[in-house]
């Protein structure tokens, strides 16, 4: 049983330029939240989407958007990239209903670098 | 002041050390709490939950005292894999979807020969 998946695990763009990141939750799973950790520091929450919709968001600005499919799985998109957006972009999943004491599994993460 | 503050460190150590670890947090309403574990250029991973009458799990001890709003992690015996960074974790209180866990920055351990 496959967990957290993410693609790509590197990733090198110019600055202005715009990405997607992708994450596919584990399988049962149907809720999705994004991190972004810089070097150096923890991670920091983004967002989260459960049934299609954002539901909770982070102190990030609109440049940080996303979206969930049907089948749970995820995007971030980043535009107008700056330099300080590269970062480790982790993704974990849970189930519906986990509620609040339930820890978070990452995937292996994206690494963004912006040049 | 940050929600979660940890001592970044390193904390250098030798082989079969005991080192502990604190982490204070500012929300008095938080619910759960989590030590994770990351190793360089990885994702962090799950070590383990805090409950409030602390646990233990082989060689690491977690405490939690809601009075003073902190978080400790105790470490027996260090092996050299123990090296790492290790990221005090608490949640976001009041979220209606939970699991909107605030990081601390992390501890870097270094466990020596």
């Known amino acids: 049983d496959a967990g957290v998946t993410q693609s790509p695990t590197h990733l090198i763009k110019t600055r202005g330029q715009q990405v997607t990141l992708r994450c596919s939750p584990k399988?049962?799973?149907?809720?999705v939240s994004w991190y972004q950790q810089a070097l150096g520091q923890g991670p920091q929450f983004i967002f989260q989407?459960?049934?299609?919709?954002?539901?909770q968001r982070g102190n990030f600005p609109d440049r940080f958007s996303g979206h969930q499919f049907p089948n749970y799985s995820s995007e971030l998109n980043v535009n107008a990239l700056l330099l300080g957006d590269s970062a480790l972009y982790l993704c974990?999943?849970?189930?519906?209903?986990?509620?609040?004491?339930?820890?978070?599994?990452f995937g292996n993460g994206t690494r963004l670098t912006v040049t | 002041r940050k929600e979660v503050e940890q001592d970044p460190g390193p904390f250098n150590v030798p082989e079969g050390a005991t080192v502990a670890f604190n982490c204070t947090y500012s929300?008095?309403?938080?619910?759960?709490f989590f030590w994770y574990r990351q190793d360089c250029r990885k994702e962090p991973k799950l070590l383990m939950s805090?409950?409030?009458s602390g646990n233990e799990d082989g060689r690491f001890t977690a405490q939690l005292n809601r009075a003073s709003q902190y978080i400790s992690l105790l470490i027996r015996d260090s092996k050299l894999s123990d090296s790492a960074t290790y990221l005090c974790?608490?949640?976001?209180?009041?979220?209606?979807?939970?699991?909107?866990?605030?990081f601390g920055a992390g501890t870097i351990l270094r466990v020596k020969s």
């Open positions: 974990a999943s849970l189930p519906s209903g986990a509620g609040v004491v339930a820890p978070l599994h």
């Open positions: 399988s049962g799973h149907d809720t």
């Open positions: 989407y459960y049934e299609e919709e954002e539901r």
């Open positions: 929300n008095s309403a938080s619910q759960s």
């Open positions: 805090v409950y409030s």
């Open positions: 974790v608490v949640n976001k209180a009041g979220m209606e979807y939970g699991n909107k866990l605030v």
